[in-house]
Protein backbone atom coordinates (compact mmCIF):
# COMPACT_ATOMS: atom_id res chain seq x y z
CA UNK A 1 0.00 0.00 0.00
CA UNK A 2 1.49 3.18 -1.11
CA UNK A 3 2.30 5.91 1.83
CA UNK A 4 -0.81 8.47 1.70
CA UNK A 5 1.73 10.95 2.70
CA UNK A 6 4.14 10.35 -0.33
CA UNK A 7 2.92 11.25 -4.06
CA UNK A 8 4.52 8.37 -6.52
CA UNK A 9 6.57 10.21 -9.10
CA UNK A 10 4.38 8.24 -11.64
CA UNK A 11 0.78 9.95 -10.34
CA UNK A 12 2.89 13.42 -11.15
CA UNK A 13 4.04 12.09 -14.69
CA UNK A 14 0.73 11.24 -15.28
CA UNK A 15 -0.67 14.51 -14.12
CA UNK A 16 1.65 16.27 -16.14
CA UNK A 17 0.10 14.29 -19.31
CA UNK A 18 -3.36 15.43 -18.22
CA UNK A 19 -2.69 18.92 -17.85
CA UNK A 20 -0.89 19.05 -21.60
CA UNK A 21 -4.12 16.74 -22.76
CA UNK A 22 -6.64 18.88 -21.29
CA UNK A 23 -4.63 22.46 -22.70
CA UNK A 24 -4.06 20.66 -26.43
CA UNK A 25 -7.77 20.88 -27.70
CA UNK A 26 -8.36 24.60 -27.05
CA UNK A 27 -4.86 25.56 -28.19
CA UNK A 28 -5.39 23.99 -31.33
CA UNK A 29 -8.59 25.28 -31.88
CA UNK A 30 -7.36 28.95 -31.34
CA UNK A 31 -4.30 27.90 -33.87
CA UNK A 32 -6.71 26.01 -36.39
CA UNK A 33 -9.46 28.51 -35.97
CA UNK A 34 -6.37 31.55 -36.73
CA UNK A 35 -5.84 30.20 -40.08
CA UNK A 36 -9.57 30.40 -40.70
CA UNK A 37 -10.26 33.72 -38.99
CA UNK A 38 -9.28 35.57 -42.25
CA UNK A 39 -11.50 35.04 -45.56
CA UNK A 40 -10.65 35.33 -49.16
CA UNK A 41 -12.18 38.64 -49.33
CA UNK A 42 -9.97 39.62 -46.06
CA UNK A 43 -13.46 39.81 -43.90
CA UNK A 44 -12.92 38.01 -40.31
CA UNK A 45 -15.92 35.36 -39.79
CA UNK A 46 -17.72 36.09 -36.61
CA UNK A 47 -18.17 32.52 -36.31
CA UNK A 48 -14.47 31.56 -36.53
CA UNK A 49 -13.53 34.32 -34.36
CA UNK A 50 -15.98 33.44 -31.31
CA UNK A 51 -14.12 29.81 -31.55
CA UNK A 52 -10.99 31.36 -31.17
CA UNK A 53 -12.13 33.68 -28.44
CA UNK A 54 -13.49 30.66 -26.69
CA UNK A 55 -10.59 28.74 -26.92
CA UNK A 56 -7.99 30.91 -25.76
CA UNK A 57 -10.13 32.01 -22.35
CA UNK A 58 -10.67 28.47 -22.28
CA UNK A 59 -7.15 27.59 -22.00
CA UNK A 60 -6.13 30.52 -19.75
CA UNK A 61 -8.99 29.02 -17.42
CA UNK A 62 -7.40 25.68 -17.10
CA UNK A 63 -4.28 26.58 -16.31
CA UNK A 64 -5.40 29.26 -14.06
CA UNK A 65 -7.21 26.36 -12.20
CA UNK A 66 -4.18 23.82 -12.44
CA UNK A 67 -2.68 26.32 -11.31
CA UNK A 68 -4.20 25.83 -7.33
CA UNK A 69 -5.68 22.36 -7.99
CA UNK A 70 -2.18 20.80 -9.01
CA UNK A 71 0.65 22.98 -8.16
CA UNK A 72 0.84 25.73 -4.88
CA UNK A 73 -1.28 28.35 -6.59
CA UNK A 74 0.59 31.66 -5.97
CA UNK A 75 0.64 33.28 -2.73
CA UNK A 76 -3.18 33.97 -3.17
CA UNK A 77 -4.14 30.34 -2.56
CA UNK A 78 -4.84 30.82 0.95
CA UNK A 79 -7.30 33.85 0.64
CA UNK A 80 -9.46 32.18 -2.40
CA UNK A 81 -12.86 32.54 -1.32
CA UNK A 82 -15.84 30.45 -1.83
CA UNK A 83 -16.98 32.91 -4.82
CA UNK A 84 -13.23 32.47 -6.19
CA UNK A 85 -12.86 29.25 -6.63
CA UNK A 86 -16.36 29.25 -8.73
CA UNK A 87 -14.77 31.67 -10.68
CA UNK A 88 -11.88 29.39 -11.31
CA UNK A 89 -14.43 26.18 -12.13
CA UNK A 90 -16.98 28.03 -14.31
CA UNK A 91 -13.66 29.71 -16.54
CA UNK A 92 -13.26 26.13 -17.99
CA UNK A 93 -17.30 25.32 -18.66
CA UNK A 94 -18.46 25.28 -22.31
CA UNK A 95 -21.75 27.33 -21.16
CA UNK A 96 -23.73 26.31 -23.81
CA UNK A 97 -23.47 22.89 -22.68
CA UNK A 98 -23.09 22.76 -18.93
CA UNK A 99 -24.58 24.92 -16.51
CA UNK A 100 -22.60 25.98 -12.96
CA UNK A 101 -23.77 26.62 -9.83
CA UNK A 102 -21.84 27.68 -6.72
CA UNK A 103 -23.08 30.17 -3.53
CA UNK A 104 -21.74 33.69 -3.24
CA UNK A 105 -19.71 33.42 -0.30
CA UNK A 106 -16.67 35.45 0.72
CA UNK A 107 -15.99 32.48 3.38
CA UNK A 108 -11.68 31.51 3.22
CA UNK A 109 -11.75 27.63 2.99
CA UNK A 110 -8.09 27.70 3.25
CA UNK A 111 -5.50 26.34 0.84
CA UNK A 112 -6.19 22.59 1.49
CA UNK A 113 -10.02 22.96 1.01
CA UNK A 114 -9.80 25.06 -2.00
CA UNK A 115 -7.11 22.68 -3.75
CA UNK A 116 -9.43 19.02 -2.85
CA UNK A 117 -12.60 21.12 -3.49
CA UNK A 118 -11.15 22.23 -7.42
CA UNK A 119 -9.77 18.63 -7.69
CA UNK A 120 -13.10 17.38 -6.87
CA UNK A 121 -14.76 19.63 -8.97
CA UNK A 122 -12.42 18.08 -12.27
CA UNK A 123 -13.59 14.76 -10.94
CA UNK A 124 -17.36 15.86 -11.16
CA UNK A 125 -16.74 17.46 -15.12
CA UNK A 126 -15.13 14.15 -15.47
CA UNK A 127 -18.30 12.65 -14.67
CA UNK A 128 -21.05 14.68 -17.05
CA UNK A 129 -20.88 12.99 -20.88
CA UNK A 130 -20.26 17.24 -22.70
CA UNK A 131 -23.40 18.26 -20.91
CA UNK A 132 -24.91 18.44 -17.93
CA UNK A 133 -24.64 20.55 -14.01
CA UNK A 134 -21.94 20.70 -12.33
CA UNK A 135 -22.83 21.94 -8.11
CA UNK A 136 -20.17 22.77 -5.70
CA UNK A 137 -20.95 23.41 -2.33
CA UNK A 138 -19.44 23.98 1.54
CA UNK A 139 -21.10 23.71 4.84
CA UNK A 140 -19.25 24.21 7.60
CA UNK A 141 -20.16 21.85 10.90
CA UNK A 142 -17.88 19.48 12.92
CA UNK A 143 -15.88 19.76 10.11
CA UNK A 144 -15.93 21.72 6.74
CA UNK A 145 -18.02 19.71 4.18
CA UNK A 146 -17.47 20.22 0.86
CA UNK A 147 -19.72 18.50 -2.23
CA UNK A 148 -19.63 18.33 -5.47
CA UNK A 149 -22.89 16.71 -7.47
CA UNK A 150 -22.74 16.14 -11.39
CA UNK A 151 -26.23 15.68 -12.47
CA UNK A 152 -26.73 14.65 -16.67
CA UNK A 153 -28.50 11.38 -18.58
CA UNK A 154 -25.91 8.97 -18.33
CA UNK A 155 -23.93 11.10 -15.55
CA UNK A 156 -21.05 8.58 -14.30
CA UNK A 157 -17.49 7.75 -13.74
CA UNK A 158 -15.52 5.54 -15.86
CA UNK A 159 -14.87 2.24 -14.04
CA UNK A 160 -10.87 2.57 -14.23
CA UNK A 161 -11.73 6.03 -12.41
CA UNK A 162 -13.70 4.44 -10.17
CA UNK A 163 -10.59 1.81 -9.34
CA UNK A 164 -8.48 4.64 -8.97
CA UNK A 165 -10.49 5.91 -6.02
CA UNK A 166 -9.89 3.16 -4.07
CA UNK A 167 -7.18 2.80 -1.35
CA UNK A 168 -5.31 0.30 -2.51
CA UNK A 169 -4.90 0.57 -5.54
CA UNK A 170 -2.01 0.29 -7.23
CA UNK A 171 -0.30 3.57 -9.18
CA UNK A 172 1.41 1.55 -11.60
CA UNK A 173 -2.27 0.29 -13.05
CA UNK A 174 -2.53 4.34 -13.40
CA UNK A 175 -3.69 5.86 -16.76
CA UNK A 176 -3.91 9.82 -17.51
CA UNK A 177 -7.83 9.23 -17.84
CA UNK A 178 -7.82 7.62 -14.40
CA UNK A 179 -5.31 10.07 -12.64
CA UNK A 180 -7.38 12.40 -11.33
CA UNK A 181 -9.41 9.65 -8.87
CA UNK A 182 -6.38 8.68 -7.57
CA UNK A 183 -4.95 11.92 -6.70
CA UNK A 184 -8.19 13.59 -5.39
CA UNK A 185 -9.05 10.61 -3.32
CA UNK A 186 -5.13 11.03 -2.16
CA UNK A 187 -5.23 14.59 -1.34
CA UNK A 188 -8.76 13.81 0.82
CA UNK A 189 -6.39 11.50 2.91
CA UNK A 190 -3.64 13.76 2.97
CA UNK A 191 -5.72 16.34 4.18
CA UNK A 192 -7.35 13.51 7.35
CA UNK A 193 -10.55 12.65 5.53
CA UNK A 194 -11.71 10.15 3.07
CA UNK A 195 -13.32 11.01 -0.61
CA UNK A 196 -17.15 9.50 -0.48
CA UNK A 197 -18.82 9.03 -3.64
CA UNK A 198 -22.36 7.77 -3.93
CA UNK A 199 -24.66 7.35 -7.34
CA UNK A 200 -27.96 7.65 -7.95
CA UNK A 201 -30.11 8.52 -11.62
CA UNK A 202 -27.77 10.23 -13.65
CA UNK A 203 -26.00 11.66 -10.38
CA UNK A 204 -22.78 11.62 -9.07
CA UNK A 205 -21.74 12.70 -5.91
CA UNK A 206 -18.15 13.71 -4.30
CA UNK A 207 -18.28 14.45 -0.95
CA UNK A 208 -15.52 15.28 2.21
CA UNK A 209 -15.61 16.32 5.28
CA UNK A 210 -12.37 18.05 6.63
CA UNK A 211 -11.56 18.19 10.05
CA UNK A 212 -11.53 21.58 11.95
Known amino acids: M ?23 SPVAAVSNGLELLVDEDGSVDSEVAGLVRF ?7 WLTLFRVAY ?5 NADSLTVTDLGVLVDGVIE ?5 FDVPASDVVPGRDASKLSLNMAILGLEALPNRGRLLLDFNAGA ?6 TAQADGAALRPETVAALQTGCDPDSLTARS ?6 AWLARRFGSALSVSTG ?3 VTLSVTLPQ
Open 71 to 75: GLGGE
Open 201 to 203: PDT
Open 2 to 24: TDHKQLPFRVAELLCSRLCHDLI
Open 95 to 99: REKMS
Open 143 to 148: GLEIKV
Open 55 to 61: SIGQAAG
Open 179 to 184: VQGYFT
